[in-house]
């Protein structure tokens, strides 16, 4: 792995259509999640919260004090003990009154750690203006800031954290849809392709033994309730999402230049290519000195920089690439030497030529 760093993973998977339940490449058309949000303040900071400078929080504590019956001016307040959070959360369907839900936590202003911070009381809202839920609890951070005397410290980021389980559900997200009076319902894929719509349709239509299934689109399959499942949608549902499908993905090859990582699906090929590929490296060194005058004479110190530019280019060997599958290809690269970020030239180069038959992604 050492010569070749890059995350070719997939290289182990073979190439045949690989299977998976229908609920983990879709859902049901009107079962859908829905985000809330709130703005809310975190307290119990080690001076660590927002600083005076950051009006909003501290008319927001100001404002919460009274509401409390605690009577103080914004001039009053200029501990950094509280920050300005804004507070989200996802409803997922059929959540009931009472049950509790995850938040994430993040600052508004200049704080520097919501580690230690306990979350007040917030309503969070949905788009249409109704509260749904009500967050409050610790706030727990996957990370850490220090500073002292000029030094700092951090991991991760210490200004984003998780009230585990700390909003509960006031109100019910109305259903769009009676599913237990429909006679026909939509499976739509995350990911559309008329293959994998085809081959759903048929694996549903084998499971039922009936032709209950039909491909609509290139995302969405129509299913009508077999006479048994009318008024019983949950058990129809639970049959559908449970049935196996086989899944044909698109040839792709996922290039991250931030990171130097390099993902290629099993069904990447290339027709013969040769590739010849050598570096060139260039590298200036500055070195400076400091010059002492001779004893007993009149000098001064002076500095004196010396730079010296060396070139060096990698021998490039003419190889030739070919394959029907990724490891063929993973192969031939690492008998060349290839590192990571020589890679990805290669291949983009590979593909002008025409001979790599996947489309390459850049994140």
Same mark, same amino acid.
């Given at each position: 792995m050492t010569r070749l760093v890059a995350l070719l993973l997939l290289s182990l998977l073979p190439t045949a259509a690989l299977g998976a339940r229908?609920?983990?490449?879709?859902?049901?058309?009107?079962v859908r999640d829905n985000q809330i949000t709130g703005a809310g303040l975190v307290v119990g900071l080690r001076r660590t919260g927002d600083s005076p400078r950051n009006e909003a929080a501290v008319r927001a504590l100001a404002g919460r004090l009274q509401g409390l019956?605690?009577?103080?001016?914004v001039d009053d307040i200029s501990a950094r003990n509280v920050a300005l959070v804004m507070i989200s959360s996802t409803l997922v369907p059929d959540l009931r009154s009472g049950s509790r839900i995850d938040v994430v936590v993040a600052s508004t202003g200049d704080a520097t750690s919501l580690e230690g911070g306990v979350l007040l009381m917030t309503p969070l809202m949905g788009p249409d203006g109704q509260i749904y839920a009500v967050a409050e609890g610790p706030v727990v951070v996957g990370g850490y800031s220090v500073e002292a005397a000029g030094?700092?410290?951090?991991?991760?980021n210490p200004t984003t954290g998780r009230v585990v389980a700390g909003a509960i559900v006031e109100r019910e997200v109305p259903s769009r849809m009676d599913f237990n009076a429909m006679e026909e319902v939509e499976f739509v894929l995350h990911t559309p392709d008329f293959t994998t719509?085809?081959?759903?349709?048929e694996s549903v239509n084998e499971e039922f033994g009936a032709e209950v299934a039909s491909?609509?689109?290139?995302?969405?399959?129509? @299913?009508?309730?077999? %006479?048994?499942?009318?008024?019983?949608?949950?058990?129809f549902a639970a049959r559908i999402e449970a049935t196996e499908v086989e899944i044909d993905a698109p040839a792709r090859v996922v290039i991250s230049e931030r990171t130097g990582t390099v993902v290629m699906g099993a069904d990447v090929t290339i027709?013969?290519?040769?590739?010849?590929?050598?570096?060139?490296?260039?590298?200036?060194?500055r070195v400076d000195q400091t010059l002492q005058p001779a004893p007993l004479s009149n000098g001064t110190t002076a500095g004196q920089s010396n730079t010296t530019v060396q070139a060096s280019e990698g021998e490039g060997q003419l190889q030739l690439l070919e394959g029907v599958s990724i490891g063929d290809l993973v192969t031939a690269l690492n008998a060349m030497g290839v590192k990571?970020?020589?890679?990805?030239?290669? @291949?983009?180069?590979? %593909?002008?030529?025409?001979?790599?038959?996947a489309e390459i992604v850049t994140i």
């Open positions: 229908a609920k983990d490449i879709g859902e049901f058309y009107g019956g605690v009577s103080l001016q030094s700092a410290s951090r991991k991760n719509a085809m081959n759903l349709a491909c609509r689109s290139s995302s969405t399959v129509a @299913l009508v309730l077999p %006479q048994e499942f009318r008024g019983k949608f949950a058990y027709s013969a290519v040769a590739v010849a590929h050598g570096g060139l490296t260039i590298e200036v060194k990571p970020r020589d890679l990805m030239i290669i @291949l983009q180069a590979i %593909q002008a030529s025409g001979a790599l038959h």
